[in-house]
């Protein structure tokens, strides 16, 4: 990996055996923490029209029509950050994701 993630970027990320590689949204990122982590939320074409959930708009690096769903909220470590998507995401799609953990986690 040539440069650490960044808050409201998205990055192809390898999850190991639990999950499959995919699209993730970095929603936070410090090397000043403790662990060498990151929180994102997963890409998925899955949607279930739950306040938890954010509809993408299409881009051409994304094949199918995606979502972000803040359930999928995690800790990934640096080390499993395969590539940076070749687009980014307008700061409206950030702040939808932002709002819909804030959703989930009642805060």
Same mark, same amino acid.
């Given at each position: 990996?040539?440069?650490?993630?960044?808050?409201?970027?998205?990055?192809?990320?390898?999850?190991?055996?639990?999950?499959?590689?995919?699209?993730?949204?970095?929603?936070?990122?410090? &090397?000043?923490?403790?662990?060498?982590?990151?929180?994102?939320?997963?890409? &998925?074409?899955?949607?279930?029209?739950?306040?938890?959930?954010? &509809?993408?708009?299409?881009?051409?690096?994304?094949?199918?029509?995606?979502?972000?769903?803040?359930?999928?909220?995690?800790?990934?470590?640096? &080390?499993?950050?395969?590539?940076?998507?070749?687009?980014?995401?307008?700061?409206?799609?950030?702040?939808?994701?932002?709002?819909?953990?804030?959703?989930?986690?009642?805060?």
């Amino acid at each position: 990996m040539n440069t650490l993630p960044q808050s409201g970027e998205v990055w192809f990320v390898d999850l190991g055996f639990v999950g499959k590689p995919r699209y993730a949204l970095v929603l936070a990122a410090r &090397t000043d923490a403790r662990l060498a982590l990151a929180s994102v939320v997963l890409i &998925t074409t899955q949607f279930e029209g739950t306040p938890y959930e954010v &509809t993408l708009p299409r881009v051409p690096w994304l094949r199918e029509q995606s979502y972000l769903n803040a359930q999928s909220l995690q800790p990934v470590k640096f &080390t499993e950050f395969v590539r940076k998507a070749p687009g980014k995401f307008d700061a409206g799609v950030v702040d939808g994701a932002q709002a819909a953990v804030k959703r989930w986690l009642k805060i």
